[in-house]
């Protein structure tokens, strides 16, 4: 549900086009401003011819995981680490030099443009990228036995968390993907130890000091950013908790879901908690006219094809004005699960050569609700690929890394019955049914989205502490759980054995990609959304807005997009909304009329709780009070 997660950065946007180290110079001294400019043409020379190469490396690896791929990628990566290093330090040769503004910005992003560095050392380089690719192969490669007839790899244990109602048969599946975490723990640590080194090398406190410092201030002023905006919406999340505990509890019981405080993890229709939306079933079932609109169901109707999903959601982005994609996109991308060889199904959005369009998605799609609007969603970041495809290619990116994912999770929130009647997946009637229930629409919508932000924000704080050697080896699982249930009200359904590593059953881990982004994207898209709506002259409940079809919405998307990362990310987000400065008030508008729903509930909930055992609900209320405040006593708090 991302784009090209790459698991190392500079190799594909900046290594890429390294320099020969004949060229790197030795010393600050007797440095020009000519010197600056003749090394990032140089930059921009070697990307344009060199970034295809290792980016198909990287495509093969993917998507043909063999020893001979892994090899193959190991030794870019190894090649591609040891040249960006060498381009940092020539870059840093330049620091004391006074530059035009776009050089400088970068010469900065060249410097700082790493996810996990080794130190300048060929062995280490080597350590390091035989341990990533290890790493990701143990993902894709990822399968658990109970017994020799009995063997599942992700997608089948994935299946039964998504459909099962079965607790027993949930906790199995659950258990049984983490059983793919285990032997990455050590290889994880080693990793982080050479990267924190290498972070040292590059002037950096550690990877946590490198993974903050690209964000256009200072890491402790970004870090607070962060924090200061998920406080505005706790009181959303905290209330969508309290509901979906409260019928989870009604459909298995106390034995299995306690009345209060935290959720047990393989209950909630999603391998790792971080979507509710296949348990929207038994969270929501109030009566009404309306009637939310299946699209599994039509797509199932329709016998629409994975391509036909696919271009279907490509006219969206047509009917804003963007150019179509090339016919490389259909002839090259991945859309079906091959059946003669192991990939990585995680969707991704891949810029193999800028220069010549070749643009291609990965993912084995699957024909239902989910996967029509993770299409849509990857096809954002093609076109984000698309529109920024003319500046120079250290600036080809998210002007910061959330805005690549909110730009694709803006598509999803336009999504509405109105748009599935103008695309014919619904009748006039069925959309005007579905709007006429809107708090249906919006907790199916909330239990993706809202439920998604504590997760996207614990991630990386679990990993800062990692990063940051907080924790001993012991407590890492320990920690993991410690703050998701601080963050996300949710627990993990059986005591945990001593050797689990249940952080690398997510892809992300292993995979290196930092999460904060998946974070800013949140909050991010719903600001875009609200702004593009303005724009379009939009006047109405906010959740039925879709920019479908409006060229003047496009055209301010487009003006944006067309940034890249050529100015901070303020700048960006200033030409979209008005506004340097994120946000959560525009997803509490978004998500208005189910805030009020939920405090309904939540108090009626308060009643029945007191009838069932014989208290007043204000008891009941104190109780629950207590219960979160020694739940947030008990848990350690750690810097972003």
Known sequence: MSY???FLIPILILTSCAI????????????TEQDAKDFLAEVQEKAVTE?????????????????????????????????????ARTAATFDNLKLDPADRRALNIIKNGFVMPPPLDEDLAGEMASIMTELEAMYGNGTHCFSESECYDLEAFENIIDNSRDADELLKAWNGWREIGKPMKEKYLRMVDIGNKGAQDLGFEGLSDLWFSQYDMPASEFSETVDRVYEDLKP???????????????????????????????????????SWQNVYDLVYKEESVGKPIDITQVIADKDLTEIDMVEISENFFLSLGFDPLPDTFYERSLFVKPVDRAVVCHASAWDIDSANQDLRIKMCIEKNEEDFSTIHHELGHIFYYQAYKDQPVVFQ???????????????????????????????????????????????????????????????????????????????????????REKYQGVRSPNERPADAFDPGAKYHVPGNTPYTRYYLARILQYQFHESLCKTMGFDGPLHECSIYGNELAGEKLRTMLAYGQSEPWQDALESMIGSREMSGT???NYYAPLVEWLDEQNKATLHELAARYNVSAERVRQLEKMALAKLKKSMVSSPL
Request: proline share 3%.
């Open 20 to 31: 020969s180290p004949n060229n790197v110079m030795d010393s600050a001294d007797n440095v």
């Open 397 to 483: 990116r998210g002007a910061n890394d959330g805005f690549h994912e909110a730009v694709g999770d803006l598509l999803t929130l336009s999504i509405t019955p109105s748009y599935l009647e103008q695309i014919g997946f619904a009748t006039q009637a069925e959309a005007n049914l579905a709007k006429q229930n809107e708090v249906a629409f919006l907790m199916k919508k909330a239990l993706d989205s809202v439920v998604a932000t504590p997760w996207t924000l614990m991630l990386d704080k679990w990993r800062m502490a990692v990063f940051n050697g907080e924790l001993t080896d012991d407590e890492l699982n320990d920690y993991w759980w410690e703050l």
């Open 586 to 588: 525009s997803m509490l």
């Open 236 to 274: 959303l999340y905290e209330g969508l908790q309290c509901h979906v505990r409260a019928e989870l509890n009604e459909f298995y019981g106390d034995d299995i879901v306690p009345n209060e405080g935290s959720i047990p993890a393989h209950l909630l229709g999603n391998m790792w908690a971080q």
């Open 51 to 87: 970034g295809p190469v290792y980016s198909s490396a990287y495509w093969i690896q993917s998507n043909f995981i063999t020893y001979d791929s892994q090899k193959v990628a190991a030794d870019f990566s190894k090649r591609g680490i040891l040249e960006s290093l060498e381009q």
């Open 4 to 6: 090209f997660l790459r």
